[in-house]
C-alpha cells in the first residue's frame, strides 16, 4: 500500500477512501495488448496504479508501467478519463 493511503487511513479509518489512478492498454505491432498477471488473485489487469500526490495522470501511467513492466514509456496525454 503506498505510503501516501497508509496516511490517509491514520486519518479517516474505514469510512470510503476515493483515489485516482491510471490503468494503460499497451499493444504491439500485431495490435496484441499486453495484460499481467496479478499476484492477488492471479487475474488480468492492464499495468497501472495509484496516483501519487502532485503526478499527473501522464506522470503516473509511465511511473506504472515502468514498474511493473521494465519497459520505458512516454505517454504523450490522457486518451480517457472516467470518474
Excluded: H, Q
Amino acid at each position: 500500500m503506498p505510503e501516501y493511503m497508509k496516511t490517509m487511513r491514520r486519518y479517516i479509518g474505514t469510512r470510503p477512501l476515493l483515489l485516482c489512478g491510471a490503468s494503460v492498454m499497451i499493444f504491439d505491432d500485431r495490435y496484441r495488448v499486453l495484460m499481467l498477471k496479478r499476484a492477488d488473485n492471479r487475474g488480468r489487469c492492464f499495468p497501472g496504479g495509484l496516483m501519487e500526490p502532485g503526478e499527473s495522470a501522464e506522470e503516473t501511467a509511465g511511473r506504472e508501467v515502468l514498474g511493473e513492466t521494465g519497459l520505458a514509456v512516454k505517454i504523450p496525454e490522457l486518451l480517457w478519463g472516467c470518474s
